[in-house]
């Protein structure tokens, strides 16, 4: 079954193509972040409107590469949520076209369902059950991976995403956006030691998380030594920032596969290619005689691949939707749209 695959939830607009949800044929993306990088961040008007303008053109794209017409796509399938929500209305609009044109079903895909079956791409052997890290810009969640449709989510930040710290920790730093990579870069030529970061506990769940109060720490740790004329030693602020974000993450995820009893942990979503947390996360599999799968650093960004995996899943458990496909900002992954 060959699926045509639209992603357009946030500043990448990206078109494949995937056979029976493991096997990709085609994979564009075409990146808008020089273009937000201006503005130090994802403005979405602008990510809605270059959308427009790309996603006919990366169809077609998609199709070329794959070696196939449009008359040998069986479904088409698009992020419907969560994102920004001009952005996702973009592939949305264009998808329900897209399979009303061709006479196929269309198959809407949560986001963070899609960045979890990357793993199946690079992992021909994984299948459910399985936890997944699902860490990226937008969230960043715990998923007891049950079935390939069927998920409940054990943790979750109750503020801000770990991606987005992470941005926002690079910005006052000075670092381009997306800032993730770059702090990676910097933290990777220190020790660091030096800056006393908070690690944050929230009440009512221990395996939840919270972000922003480490974000404020490192936005005041930096004005006040700018105040102050004091030099600051970026690395080691990178490096000191990413051991707080892994020490929010890493210890939850330790403590849900004894709790779950799961034996295979699946990272995902664009903070899964930071080095450190993958060498931490390996660390703890490891103590926890789990086995570990991180997705290649080119599938832990935003894709259409993983969208055209998840939605083969989707649709042989009958998640197939109407041309009257809404888009949403927001949705719970382990919630269905009603037919
Ligand atoms: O999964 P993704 O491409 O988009 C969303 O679905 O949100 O994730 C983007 C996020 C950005 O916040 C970016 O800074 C972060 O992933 N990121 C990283 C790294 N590479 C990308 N964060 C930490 N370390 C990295 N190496």
Same mark, same amino acid.
């Given at each position: 079954?060959?699926?045509?695959?639209?992603?357009?939830?946030?500043?990448?607009?990206?078109?494949?193509?995937?056979?029976?949800?493991?096997?990709?044929?085609?994979?564009?993306?075409?990146?808008?972040?020089?273009? #937000?990088?201006?503005?130090?961040?994802?403005?979405?008007?602008?990510?809605?409107?270059?959308?427009?303008?790309?996603?006919?053109?990366?169809?077609?794209?998609?199709?070329?590469?794959?070696?196939?017409?449009?008359?040998?796509?069986?479904?088409?399938?698009?992020? &419907?949520?969560?994102?920004?929500?001009?952005?996702?209305?973009?592939?949305?609009?264009?998808?329900?076209?897209?399979?009303?044109?061709?006479?196929?079903?269309?198959?809407?895909?949560? #986001?963070?369902?899609?960045?979890?079956?990357?793993? &199946?791409?690079?992992?021909?052997?994984?299948?459910?059950?399985?936890? /997944?890290?699902?860490?990226?810009?937008?969230?960043?969640?715990?998923?007891?991976?049950?079935?390939?449709?069927?998920?409940?989510?054990?943790?979750?930040?109750?503020?801000? /995403?770990?991606?987005?710290?992470?941005?926002?920790?690079?910005?006052?730093?000075?670092?381009?956006?997306?800032?993730?990579?770059?702090?990676?870069?910097?933290?990777?030529?220190?020790?660091?030691?030096?800056?006393?970061?908070?690690?944050?506990?929230?009440?009512?769940?221990?395996?939840?998380?919270?972000?922003?109060?480490?974000?404020?720490?490192?936005?005041?740790?930096? #004005?006040?030594?700018?105040?102050?004329?004091?030099?600051?030693?970026?690395?080691?602020?990178?490096?000191?920032?990413?051991?707080?974000?892994?020490?929010?993450?890493?210890?939850?995820?330790?403590?849900?596969?004894?709790?779950?009893?799961?034996?295979?942990?699946?990272? /995902?979503?664009?903070?899964?290619?930071?080095?450190?947390?993958?060498?931490?996360?390996?660390?703890?599999?490891?103590?926890?005689?789990?086995?570990?799968? @991180?997705?290649?650093?080119?599938?832990?960004?935003?894709?259409?691949?993983?969208?055209?995996?998840?939605?083969?899943?989707?649709? @042989?458990?009958? #998640?197939?939707?109407?041309?009257?496909?809404?888009? &949403? /900002?927001?949705?719970?992954?382990?919630?269905?749209?009603?037919?």
């Amino acid at each position: 079954m060959n699926i045509l695959a639209f992603e357009s939830s946030c500043d990448e607009t990206a078109v494949a193509v995937v056979r029976d949800g493991r096997t990709v044929l085609s994979d564009v993306v075409l990146s808008q972040a020089d273009m #937000h990088a201006i503005y130090g961040g994802v403005v979405p008007e602008i990510a809605s409107r270059k959308h427009v303008e790309a996603i006919a053109g990366l169809a077609d794209a998609a199709l070329e590469q794959a070696g196939l017409t449009r008359q040998d796509i069986d479904a088409v399938a698009v992020t &419907y949520a969560p994102g920004l929500i001009g952005a996702v209305l973009v592939g949305v609009s264009f998808a329900k076209s897209a399979a009303y044109a061709l006479g196929v079903p269309l198959i809407p895909v949560h #986001h963070i369902r899609g960045h979890i079956a990357a793993n &199946y791409l690079a992992f021909p052997e994984l299948e459910p059950p399985f936890l /997944a890290l699902a860490i990226s810009g937008g969230n960043t969640l715990i998923v007891d991976v049950r079935d390939y449709t069927d998920m409940e989510i054990l943790g979750a930040t109750r503020d801000d /995403a770990a991606g987005e710290c992470f941005d926002k920790a690079a910005r006052v730093l000075g670092l381009p956006y997306p800032g993730g990579k770059p702090m990676d870069q910097l933290a990777q030529q220190s020790q660091g030691g030096k800056y006393d970061l908070p690690r944050a506990q929230v009440s009512g769940s221990d395996l939840d998380m919270s972000f922003s109060g480490l974000k404020t720490a490192v936005v005041n740790l930096v #004005h006040n030594a700018q105040q102050k004329g004091e030099e600051l030693d970026k690395s080691a602020l990178a490096r000191d920032f990413t051991m707080a974000v892994s020490d929010e993450l890493i210890p939850r995820m330790a403590l849900a596969l004894q709790r779950t009893g799961r034996t295979v942990v699946a990272a /995902a979503g664009g903070v899964a290619a930071n080095s450190i947390i993958r060498t931490r996360l390996q660390e703890a599999c490891s103590q926890a005689g789990a086995r570990l799968y @991180l997705p290649p650093l080119r599938l832990c960004g935003d894709n259409g691949a993983m969208i055209g995996a998840q939605a083969y899943y989707e649709y @042989l458990a009958g #998640h197939t939707a109407p041309l009257d496909l809404n888009a &949403y /900002a927001t949705m719970d992954l382990d919630q269905q749209i009603q037919k």
